[in-house]
């Protein structure tokens, strides 16, 4: 089946640094990929859309020059949290979408923790 | 907003069928059920989807009300290994952001020994 990887799977920062994550599709190509945020004892929150080569687009309340969001290739998108703080402490899970005609499975990675402290 | 609606929480016994309900009572003619399930601390895991006809898999078997408006996955034989969330969502099979998956608040079943 589909697999997705997320690097890392867990991260500490320091409060207004910034941090990377990677999300990529191992064994197809995704044109689109999806980012979610997920508290404690919550369900998913998706954040934003990308499309390969083109501007994300994000949800209401999202903020964009928070998280940045690149989706340079078609089996790789990265999340930049950026300036992060506490508040920024979630759990952060990507889910990819093949490029196939026909195809509307999300394949979703095995998320990335983030604590900042 | 989820449209969908699940007990928050369901107890099954190790061996036995869990049966997990969704109501949607407005879902669309061309909106898909999808069920998904979540591990503690992974990500989600697609299990099953149908639009009007019941559906197996390895995983599940899905069946769906003949009016459209509720839905039931069913694990035949349940594991410790099948404690988890379960998602039901209504998604139309649309590449754009109609297609996004909505993740309610999900049903948390418990598996016994």
């Known amino acids: 089946g589909a697999v997705v990887s997320q690097h890392p799977s867990w991260v500490i920062c320091k409060s207004g640094t910034s941090v990377k994550i990677e999300c990529r599709s191992l064994?197809?190509?995704?044109?689109?990929m999806f980012w979610y945020r997920q508290f404690p004892k919550q369900s998913l929150m998706l954040m934003a859309t990308?499309?390969?080569?083109?501007?994300?687009?994000?949800e209401q309340g999202v903020e964009k020059d928070k998280f940045l969001i690149n989706h340079a290739s078609l089996t790789l998108s990265t999340l930049t949290v950026t300036s992060a703080h506490p508040e920024d402490s979630s759990f952060y899970i990507c889910?990819?979408?093949?490029?196939?005609?026909?195809?509307?499975?999300?394949?979703f990675g095995p998320g990335t923790r983030l604590t900042v402290t | 907003d989820a449209k969908t609606t699940q007990p928050p929480s369901m107890d099954c016994a190790e061996g036995r069928a869990a049966n997990l309900p969704c109501n949607h009572s407005?879902?669309?003619?061309?909106?898909?059920v999808y069920w998904y399930r979540q591990i503690h601390s992974q990500g989600p895991q697609y299990i099953i989807h149908g639009l009007k006809n019941n559906e197996t898999n390895e995983m599940a078997s899905l069946i769906i009300t003949e009016d459209r408006k509720s839905s039931t996955l069913i694990l035949p034989h349940a594991t410790l290994r099948d404690t988890a969330v379960y998602y039901c969502?209504?998604?139309?099979?649309?590449?754009?952001?109609?297609?996004?998956?909505?993740f309610g608040k999900g049903t948390k079943l418990s598996v016994k020994p």
């Open positions: 990308s499309n390969e080569g083109s501007k994300a687009t994000y």
């Open positions: 969502i209504v998604r139309v099979h649309s590449r754009g952001s109609q297609g996004n998956l909505i």
């Open positions: 889910s990819a979408l093949p490029g196939l005609a026909g195809s509307y499975e999300q394949y």
């Open positions: 064994d197809f190509q995704a044109t689109t």
């Open positions: 407005t879902i669309s003619g061309n909106e898909y």
